[in-house]
């Protein structure tokens, strides 16, 4: 051990941290949903005499009460500013969390585990409101969080179409030329396979591209990188090697915003999911609603239901407004021939303004 | 000359090398830019000067080969993406050295032409690497090399997969030391005769004094080369490397308005009938 090894474990803790305290802010902002008044001298009282209670060896009792005070002040202000909570699925630096920042430029982002975690947040009113991805342009759909929609008594009330740009991120003190695994989500991994190629470089699954990037920091194994997106670079101190180093330049996901009440601005764009009977033209009869009041559908979608076999729901979306005469009286005619109908929602998209690439491809 | 079955002239068609829309081979292009990519400020400055004076191409090194291990070493994959970022604000696309086998992929992936100095020139090692990319490739001549030794090492490159080999004369050590090298002219219309690559000359290197780069410069087109590589520095006395040669941006931008007035007058055929020499990329029609 040397000075210069001791500071990089100090850095490396104070990392921690900073991180932890992010995490209990957010979890301060989460409470604030549950209760009336920002101020609760009683809980703060408990929470102080619990830090004195914690704190050990070099940690004085005095100091943590001190520490905790500015923490406790800090948490209070940060619920005074009554910021919207927005839930994404995966660590700090996901792409639900880029997309959420596109959403809401101003929010407070909280990640959860899995996406019915979002679900969940958004249905115990927690979270104001819930990014999904439903679609990605290479990838297909994403199955679980439709099977989710189907069920959840909620609105879409936007949707987001995120570019998605993988950046080949390493240690800052790593040598390029010593990187010899990537690690990643294997679809980033998937779509960055001629890069991976191109450089010999072996693609190790993670079970995240934001997660991969956090544990690149933390465990800071050796010739290791990870493929994740810009923000993670950021977030977790790591340099960018190399920008766009997918296959395909053009690589949307497609987000949905979900909320407990529908969108109060008019919008562009409608979200319905239904199933038929199992009869000859039964999905023929709803589609030609549509195509009679001459509405573009932008997304038909069919989902298997239950694990019965042989039985779908089909997710549609259409160019419209429910404002919209015609599209009431499209909506009209296709319940009849639904045995399950729900308006998911009636809302207005949010595309991402041209990427920034090194124009190395041009 | 052996060997040489694809670098030699044979049968083969005259190579021409597209780089976005510049044709090399075909369109007389003269590449300008910093010796060392040293800071984005500089790289942008002198970027800008040189797109603006008519290069069509931008140079950088972010590696670079120094003779004293003490000297700067250039900015290294840093020094790639000042030069990305160049291109993307000029639209001049970049020409860069590599030196290290291991870089090879990496530098591919950041310039659109790749560079072998003169002192990696045999580094066969390096050229069957750099022969398996799918960019074109400037092959400068060793200070040491014969004309033979120079076109087996594009064979080497044009052998391991990569046809797209650009020759460029740098100049070669001789007895005189006025010169930093004697910058061999006849190489041109001889690589001509014995070869169907594109020669390109670089006068900054091979006279290694900024007087004698303009004419060098123009000797060098109207001896029928396809363009130039010449080092430009705004202000090289606070350069990192090669300060004694760089050209300021002005100095550049009158020799680019010569250049265009002897390339237009070498359109002409101007000694009538004995020796009508017109260097072949500036003649109307291919006669060839």
């Known amino acids: 051990m040397d000075l210069k090894k001791v500071r990089k474990q100090i850095d490396q803790i104070d990392f921690e941290i900073l991180k932890l305290l992010n995490r209990r802010m957010e979890m301060a902002l989460t409470s604030s949903k549950f209760k009336d008044e920002v101020a609760d001298p009683a809980?703060?009282?408990?929470?102080?005499?619990?830090?004195?209670?914690?704190?050990?060896?070099?940690?004085?009792?005095?100091?943590?009460?001190?520490?905790?005070?500015?923490?406790?002040?800090?948490?209070?202000?940060?619920?005074?500013?009554?910021?919207?909570?927005?839930?994404?699925?995966?660590?700090?630096?996901?792409?639900?969390?880029?997309?959420?920042?596109?959403?809401?430029?101003?929010?407070?982002?909280?990640?959860?585990?899995?996406?019915?975690?979002?679900?969940?947040?958004?249905?115990?009113?927690?979270?104001?409101?819930?990014?999904?991805?439903?679609?990605?342009?290479?990838?297909?759909?994403?199955?679980?969080?439709?099977?989710?929609?189907?069920?959840?008594?909620?609105?879409?009330?936007?949707?987001?179409?995120?570019?998605?740009?993988?950046?080949?991120?390493?240690?800052?003190?790593?040598?390029?030329?010593?990187?010899?695994?990537?690690?990643?989500?294997?679809?980033?991994?998937a779509q960055c396979r001629g890069f991976l190629k191109r450089h010999k470089l072996e693609a190790r699954p993670f079970y995240d591209t934001a997660g991969a990037a956090r544990m690149l920091f933390q465990n800071r194994p050796e010739g290791n990188a990870v493929i994740a997106g810009e923000l993670c670079a950021r977030l977790y101190h790591l340099e960018i090697i190399k920008e766009n180093i997918e296959d395909h330049t053009d690589n949307v996901t497609r987000f949905q915003v979900i909320a407990r009440e529908p969108c109060r601005e008019a919008g562009d764009k409608c979200s319905i999911v239904f199933s038929t009977e199992h009869r000859a033209?039964?999905?023929?009869?709803?589609?030609?609603?549509?195509?009679?009041?001459?509405?573009?559908?932008?997304?038909?979608?069919?989902?298997?239901?239950?694990?019965t076999p042989g039985n779908y729901v089909f997710f549609l979306d259409f160019e419209g407004s429910d404002q919209d005469e015609v599209v009431q009286q499209?909506?009209?005619?296709?319940?009849?021939?639904?045995?399950?109908?729900?308006?998911?929602?009636c809302y207005n998209s949010v595309a991402a303004a041209a990427a920034s690439g090194d124009g190395a491809d041009k | 000359m052996k060997n040489l079955k694809l670098a030699g002239r044979g049968d083969h068609e005259r190579t021409v090398i597209e780089v976005g829309d510049l044709r090399i081979g075909a369109d007389l292009v003269v590449i300008a830019g910093p010796c060392s990519v040293e800071s984005e400020e500089q790289t942008m400055i002198i970027a800008r000067a040189v797109a603006k004076?008519?290069?069509?191409?931008?140079?950088?090194?972010?590696?670079?080969?120094?003779?004293?291990?003490?000297?700067?070493?250039?900015?290294?994959?840093?020094?790639?993406k000042i030069l990305a970022k160049a291109r993307a604000e000029t639209g001049l696309p970049v020409i860069t050295e590599v030196l290290d086998t291991r870089d090879v992929g990496w530098v591919t992936e950041?310039?659109?032409?790749?560079?072998?100095?003169?002192?990696?020139?045999?580094?066969?090692?390096?050229?069957?690497?750099?022969?398996?990319?799918?960019?074109?490739?400037?092959?400068?001549?060793?200070?040491?090399?014969?004309?033979?030794?120079?076109?087996?090492?594009?064979e080497y490159i044009m052998d391991a997969g990569n046809p797209n080999v650009i020759l460029c004369e740098r100049g070669i050590r001789t007895f005189e030391t006025y010169t930093r090298n004697t910058l061999d002219l006849s190489v041109i219309p001889s690589m001509k005769t014995l070869s169907h690559l594109p020669v390109f000359v670089d006068p900054t290197h091979g006279a290694g004094r900024v007087e004698l780069i303009p004419p060098m410069a123009l000797a060098a087109i109207a001896a029928g080369a396809d363009g130039l590589i010449v080092e430009v520095h705004h202000d090289p006395s606070t350069a990192q490397s090669d300060k004694d040669q760089a050209m300021l941006p002005e100095q550049f931008e009158r020799m680019m308005t010569m250049i265009e007035r002897l390339a237009e007058t070498l359109k002409e055929p101007v000694f009538n009938g004995r020796l009508d020499f017109v260097p072949w990329n500036l003649r109307k029609e291919s006669t060839e």
């Open chain 1, 43 to 189: 809980r703060e009282k408990e929470v102080l005499a619990s830090v004195e209670g914690f704190a050990h060896g070099l940690v004085r009792p005095e100091f943590g009460r001190e520490l905790f005070q500015r923490v406790i002040g800090e948490s209070r202000r940060l619920q005074k500013e009554g910021l919207a909570l927005v839930g994404f699925q995966g660590e700090h630096g996901a792409n639900g969390e880029m997309a959420a920042m596109m959403f809401l430029p101003n929010g407070a982002y909280i990640p959860c585990p899995e996406f019915s975690d979002v679900f969940d947040g958004v249905a115990a009113g927690y979270l104001d409101y819930g990014l999904v991805p439903v679609e990605n342009s290479l990838g297909g759909v994403v199955s679980r969080v439709n099977e989710l929609m189907v069920d959840s008594p909620f609105h879409v009330v936007g949707e987001v179409m995120l570019p998605v740009h993988h950046c080949l991120l390493a240690l800052k003190d790593t040598d390029y030329r010593d990187i010899k695994v990537v690690r990643s989500h294997p679809q980033a991994l």
């Open chain 1, 281 to 307: 033209g039964a999905l023929f009869d709803v589609m030609k609603a549509f195509a009679d009041h001459e509405l573009n559908l932008t997304r038909v979608e069919s989902v298997p239901l239950g694990g």
């Open chain 1, 330 to 345: 499209a909506l009209d005619e296709v319940r009849p021939n639904t045995t399950m109908f729900r308006f998911l929602g």
């Open chain 2, 53 to 80: 004076a008519g290069a069509k191409m931008l140079r950088g090194g972010a590696f670079k080969p120094r003779t004293s291990p003490y000297s700067f070493q250039g900015l290294g994959l840093k020094g790639l």
């Open chain 2, 110 to 154: 950041y310039a659109d032409v790749l560079q072998i100095g003169a002192r990696n020139m045999q580094n066969f090692a390096l050229l069957k690497e750099i022969g398996k990319v799918e960019k074109p490739v400037m092959l400068k001549r060793g200070m040491f090399s014969t004309y033979a030794e120079w076109l087996s090492c594009a």
